[in-house]
Nanobody
Framework: QVQLVESGGGLVQAGGSLTLSCAASGRTFSGYAMGWFRQAPGKEREFVATISNSGFITRYGDSVKGRFRISRDNAKNTVSLQMDSLKPEDTAVYYC????????????????WGQGTQVTISS
């Protein structure tokens, strides 16, 4: 069982930066691939980024490529999402996720989800 708790959301002006963090419980954090998804009101959940259990493999959604960076610290059981050049369309609830096998951009393939953190970008 893995429990995920996100933090770092907030209100930022367009063009600004924000870093989200996710703290994971459990002794086997290094065995999980991690991901970030987001969901805006009235929209489907969208893939943002994923990172392999080792941290060597990362993948990004097309809408955030070049602006967001996912990283992890297996010693601290944390995964982070550095978000730069933020746009109003990045406004959403951001969710941290974990899955036992490799990276994936498919939300339904993830086993564990955090409660989400709100990110709001003002124009």
């Amino acid at each position: 069982q893995v429990q995920l708790v996100e933090s770092g959301g907030g209100l930022v002006q367009a063009g600004g930066s924000l870093t989200l963090s996710c703290a994971a419980s459990g002794r086997t954090f290094s065995g999980y691939a991690m991901g970030w998804f987001r969901q805006a009101p009235g929209k489907e959940r969208e893939f943002v980024a994923t990172i392999s259990n080792s941290g060597f493999i990362t993948r990004y959604g097309d809408s955030v490529k070049g602006r967001f960076r996912i990283s992890r610290d297996n010693a601290k059981n944390t995964v982070s999402l550095q978000m730069d050049s933020l746009k109003p369309e990045d406004t959403a609830v951001y969710y941290c996720t974990a899955r036992r096998t490799g990276t994936s951009s498919v939300a339904s393939s993830y086993d564990y989800w955090g409660q989400g953190t709100q990110v709001t970008i003002s124009s």
